[in-house]
């Protein structure tokens, strides 16, 4: 049974204020005049549970958190949000385990600053790893690939009428400010407190979006390798890991840049510097990462 038959006996709908006036511009930063149209009722849902733990969908009226974001190139079985609207991958748009539907969030990428505007319109991404899934739309303003885990931080807010307008007639609302330096460094040590970057993996990234049920995504097959071969952890050793990616040109990219080394895991290759022979060591080496310009860097001790 769909995740829906249990979000209709959980639904709870509140009245929606602040419309804007009259007179107030509604037009996407494209420049396309957008109609005003009013909010479906607010949905919360039944709780339901991620890998072993329950998430109980509540209406809220703050919510800032920082962890990682992933790219949902799933679409649901019946090419339909959980508002019952149609889906759309190039809208801006969002899914959250626990937040109403709809929400509106701020959304930071923690390693570049940039923040954009999003819509929560769907339940997920269905790993506990992750608090956030973004459109494809969303993903491309606000300027990440799927190479990676991306570190975010996702702050619920109230936009103006005009700026819901725009998400939901497909248009971009107009980017925030920067965020400071001073506080992208206190959101990467919180980023870091939540522990070694989640290998990247292809989630099923929707509650009604089963792999047997999801259109499939097309990749294409990667090069052959040239590389050298990666070298093998050290066990026992600190690392400092500064991405993780699916393609080995990737990793080895980004190393060459950083002048880091390319580990091979599981399904992964991971750009590290080490390894050192001391946390103390690897703890002064993550400061230096940051400092260059990776702030989602974390040590990992290999066992």
């Known amino acids: 049974m769909k995740y829906r038959n249990n979000l209709i006996g959980g639904i709870a709908a509140v009245a929606l204020s602040g419309c804007a006036a009259a007179d107030e511009p509604r ?42 974001a992933i790219i949902d190139q799933a679409v649901p079985a019946d090419g339909t949000t ?63 690939g799927d190479d990676a885990p991306a570190g975010v931080r996702v702050r619920k807010v109230n936009p103006s009428q005009s700026e819901r307008d725009v998400l939901r007639s497909g248009g971009m609302a107009i980017e925030r400010m920067p965020t400071s330096k001073s506080l992208l460094s206190v959101l990467a040590r919180k980023l870091a407190e939540r522990g070694p970057v989640p ?20 990749v294409q097959p990667a090069p052959p390798a040239k590389s050298a071969p990666a070298p093998t952890e050290s066990v026992g050793q600190y690392y400092v890991q500064i991405a993780a990616f699916k393609s080995r040109a990737s990793a080895d990219g980004v190393a060459a840049k950083a002048g880091a080394t390319v580990y091979q895991g599981p399904g992964v290759w991971r750009v590290r510097f080490g390894p050192f022979a001391s946390d103390a060591e690897a703890r002064k080496a993550l400061a230096d990462a940051r400092a260059k310009g990776y702030p989602s860097a974390v040590t990992v001790h290999e066992r």
């Not at 709809?102 to 940039?114: C, K, M, N």
């Not at 290998?199 to 259109?215: G, L, N, Q, R």
Request: aromatic share 6%; glycine share 8%; charged share 20%.
């Open 82 to 144: 959980m508002l019952g609207e149609p889906y759309r991958g190039d809208y801006i748009a969002a899914a959250h385990k626990t937040l109403p539907l709809p929400s509106y969030v701020e959304i930071t990428d923690i390693a570049s600053g940039r923040t954009i505007l999003a819509r929560v319109n769907q339940r997920g991404p269905m790993r506990g790893d992750r608090i956030v899934s973004l459109t494809p739309g969303a993903a491309a303003q606000l300027g990440i």
């Open 27 to 68: 037009v996407a930063a494209v420049g396309v005049p957008v109609a005003q149209s009013d909010e479906p009722a607010s949905v919360i849902g039944a709780p339901y549970t991620i890998d072993g733990v329950i998430y109980t969908p509540a209406e809220v009226r703050s919510y800032d958190e920082v962890g990682y």
């Open 199 to 218: 290998v990247a993996a292809k989630p099923v990234d929707s509650i009604e979006s089963a792999p047997a049920k999801a259109k499939p995504v097309a």
